[in-house]
DNA sequence: TATGAATGAGTTTTCATTCAT
DNA sequence: AATGAATGAAAACTCATTCAT
């Protein structure tokens, strides 16, 4: 089972882990791929044995790990529990997958979903499916009168997306305190920004 | 005095003029310093009389508008009204200033802003003070009890601006509608979703 | 004997047929090995196993069918005929070649015979080894009595040959027709060219 | 006048001599671009200022020098003289190029004129302008009755072409002796084998 | 024989920056 | 101020060849 994703090809995941630390320390365009070789301990040429460009490389790592984030979505949305909770879950994968692996987050957030120029437009529908997803659940969230319908599902998404987005820059670039509870109140946080509002209650 | 820097050179304007131009086209990285002297129309070599490289070009160009920016924010903090209606300036402001010069506004957040592992992080005191400019805005509102106080105004600052960053991400990449009035309804919004929240009032 | 180095291993024939399609199709310098070894539906090591390089294919292709050249030319001297139709029958023998088997000659002209810089280099020694026996004719029909002998036989062998050469690259780059009929009547031209001359009888 | 051609830029003409030595010496696709600015006495990046690339250098050398064979062609072809001695003229002008700038004749022989699958191929139609030219002459010859009709013209151009450029490869790798004497004679030896042809007269 | 993963040397091209005029 | 020729460093990618199995 688990042999079957590894078996393609261990050299392969070893470039591809090699990637995410070299990218995260250097950044894309900074690296050179030697750099990725020499750290995977693998000639240089068998880079390109296995993928065809170096961009290929990121494009791969962001996939593998955007259709994860796609799915546990998708997951959560099947879940029979109130949006706000679903938010909450969300915003909690995010924030655990930062914590699991900071490096390979920071690769995709400011390689990718940032790169509004480079990859984020290669992406872009990719991405796009995310904030249709979360669209989604708005919008069901508005018909079952959970949510007031001030503003569009889509909008509403895009504005989720977007505080997590900062959330997570926040900690890559160390403008916000990244401890276990500070990462736990944070997940709170963007909820209750996102769906309390700042606005005491007007009664 | 005043005239001095407003005087300086056309040509140095044209220059920076023209960069926002080129940058907003192709892209600071993809762009030649020679397409710069191109859409300006002057010689290659007086690029670099006035300019010390092409990073300084960006450099110029983000410094002119975000202190404009932070300016703003002061001048909407020093007003005697409502801390929502200060957010609601706010977002008011940078909209209309993608409104007014969309090109310069697409550089500045594609190209810095965004550019997290380039010139983001040079700048990144910088952005940073937007932040605790808005931050100051809502510690005030908690303290005087217009807002909550269950998130810090740290984290509170945080998702407003990622909110709008992301709002112009998607007029710049043409996921949201940016009409006159898509773009009013826009800046109502943000601050409906940040202040009011997505739920339906607890009562 | 004989069969054993025919049968001498029928997956190396198959690499060598592969190669004269691929070289025909893509050029020498042009295709990989992994073409090669892709035409011919054999794993890409085992060309390592029977040619020592890429090189060695080539060398081998045109070894072989210029020793046929070879060979004929010989046999055709020893035949008891006069030296204008021992020429026509070295044309014909060389534009049946190409009738026969279009994408060897093709490799063998264009990649070897004129790449002066690369294999015809190499094979400068076998090349020359057909003007001389072309010569050789020459020489003794001048010396029958049978060509005049106003130029040196070299300098007709030369001659002949590279009216012949420039009729194939005709051929293989389309300025000449190639119809059947159309090879037969260029076999007849270079023959009256050559030995007939364009001059009309001075009586 | 003379002016007027050269003032281009001397580093440009210095480049392009330079590019011609090389050629000769290594051969195209051996010799870096490198080797040629080394020649040239100049800086690496100065040959990309005045061309695109490595093959845009040795285009303008064979454009430049073919161009000028066209119209020596041309002009040949215009003055009243029997068609005999037009081609003479021909065979006598392309040796004496020969004689006079060795390496150059050599690299466009060598390089484009022979390498059919390249350069060669890239200009084949302007090569083909030369062999048009010279059926010209020999169609004009044949209408006039000074030569026989027995072989199209189109393919007595391609064999006597054929043999002026064998004898130029002879020369350029040496299996034809390039004295000032043998070369005189080279040049009454192509246009007796065409025009005269080898036979003795028939009477 | 047969396989295909692994190796790593080699070169064109780009372009920011400098500088002589 | 203004020009644009001159400089040269830097890196992705290709692919023939080797080798362990």
New interface residues.
């Given amino acids: 089972m688990a042999a079957a994703r590894t078996t393609a090809s261990a050299k392969r995941r070893l470039i591809l882990d090699a990637a995410v630390k070299v990218f995260a320390r250097q950044?894309?365009?900074?690296c050179r791929v030697s750099d990725i070789a020499d750290e995977a301990e693998v000639a240089y040429g068998l880079v390109y044995h296995y993928f065809a460009s170096k961009d290929q490389i990121l494009d791969t790592l962001f996939l593998e790990r955007w259709n994860v984030l796609l799915e546990a979505i998708r997951e959560t949305d099947a879940r029979p529990v109130a949006?706000?909770e679903k938010l909450a879950a969300i915003a909690s994968f995010i924030a655990d997958s930062y914590r699991h692996d900071p490096d390979l987050m920071k690769v995709i957030?400011?390689?990718v979903t940032?790169?509004?120029?480079?990859f984020?437009?290669t992406h872009?529908a990719k991405i796009?499916e995310a904030?249709g997803l979360i669209a989604d659940i708005?919008a069901k969230?508005q018909a079952a009168?959970?949510?007031?319908s001030?503003?569009?599902p889509?909008?509403?998404a895009?504005?989720f997306?977007?505080?997590?987005?900062?959330?997570l820059?926040?900690w890559?670039?160390d403008?916000?305190p990244q401890g276990e509870e500070d990462v736990e109140r944070?997940k709170v946080?963007?909820v209750?920004?996102?769906?309390?509002?700042?606005?005491?209650?007007?009664i």
């Avoid at 997306?161 to 959330?167: F, K, N, R, S, W």
């Avoid at 209750?192 to 007007?202: A, N, P, Y």
């Fill in positions: 950044g894309f365009h900074a949006a706000r957030i400011v390689e940032r790169a509004a120029n480079s984020g437009r872009l796009d904030y708005v969230a009168g959970e949510f007031k001030l503003v569009t889509q909008f509403a895009l504005a997306y977007g505080a997590i987005e900062q959330m820059t926040g890559i670039f403008l916000l944070a946080f963007v209750e920004t996102i769906c309390g509002g700042l606005d005491v209650e007007s």
